[in-house]
């Protein structure tokens, strides 16, 4: 059974850091040939795409609204993807969730909730 498991949310001040996790297990393949990515959807609003991570050794790729502030990274003896976030503002404010697809597989975590707020 394929897991992703998103941790490392909470409440944090505006100017901030928070580093989120992303356990996965179960992959039908090697976790290294998953394309991770980290969504978010903030209350009202539709699920938008923050960052990427192609395959084992690619180069990260972010939204504009995040760019500068945040870094994904993967860690692939440990089935891992990772996202730093600093400075971290209110409109930041969201569930985050790890994706990971392959072929024609595609799995989600649950998500965990950041909050940014004084």
């Known amino acids: 059974q394929v897991q992703l498991v998103e941790s490392g949310g909470g409440l944090v001040q505006p100017g901030g850091s928070l580093r989120l996790s992303c356990a996965t297990s179960?992959?039908?393949?090697?976790?290294?040939?998953?394309?991770m990515r980290w969504y978010r959807q903030a209350p009202g609003k539709e699920r938008e795409l923050v960052a990427a991570l192609s395959r084992a050794w690619g180069t990260p790729t972010y939204a504009d609204s995040v760019k500068g502030r945040f870094t994904m990274s993967r860690d692939n003896a440990r089935d891992t993807v990772y996202l730093q976030m600093n400075s971290l503002k209110p409109e930041d404010t969201a569930v985050y969730y790890c994706?990971?697809?392959?072929?024609?597989?595609?799995?989600w975590g649950r998500g965990t909730q950041v909050t940014v707020s004084s």
């Open positions: 994706n990971a697809a392959y072929l024609s597989e595609t799995y």
């Open positions: 179960g992959f039908t393949f090697s976790f290294i040939n998953y394309n």
